[in-house]
């Protein structure tokens, strides 16, 4: 069993009934607080409500991946439109437990983990000592972002 963490997001249709949806369907053990929060990378859309998950999970990563996607489109996600724009439910991989990931189609940690306070303060709120790999823990994480201008 690998303990991963999963970034949540959805900013279509009931958000938190999705979210808590999500949760469940991927075996949560434990699931952040919601938060809502503004878009990134394309703003032209609603608010997003965004939430982290750890999983202990018997699959590799990439069925793991794999499992993540067939959970999105379960929930109604159609992958149309903008990059970064509106969809029922976001899936990420965000940490699989100590590993670093870079295959075509899935990099781990998440590479952009690190910019995305969306991600970070429910990741933080979880576990924030743990260790990114390469890059510190999420709660120093977290405080980097938020110090920047």
């Known amino acids: 069993m690998t303990l991963a963490y999963v970034g949540l997001g959805s900013n279509l249709g009931d958000r938190e009934a999705l979210i808590r949806s999500a949760a469940e369907l991927i075996g949560a053990r434990r ?21 982290a ?42 940490l699989y437990g100590e590993e670093t990931i870079d295959e075509a189609g899935l990099v781990v940690p998440h590479p952009r983990l690190t910019e995305r306070e969306f991600a970070l303060r429910p990741l933080s709120e979880l576990v924030p000592s743990l260790k990114i790999p390469g890059n510190g823990t999420v709660q120093e994480a977290l405080a980097g972002l938020q110090s920047q201008p």
């Open 31 to 51: 699931l952040s607080s919601l938060h809502e929060t503004d878009p990134w990378g394309y703003e032209d859309q609603p608010r997003f409500v965004n939430a």
């Open 53 to 94: 998950a750890e999983v202990d999970t018997p699959l590799p990563p990439r069925n793991l991946l794999v499992h993540l996607l067939d959970v999105e489109r379960r929930l109604g996600r159609e992958r149309i439109g903008p990059r970064w724009g509106p969809r029922t439910i976001d899936l990420d991989l965000l």
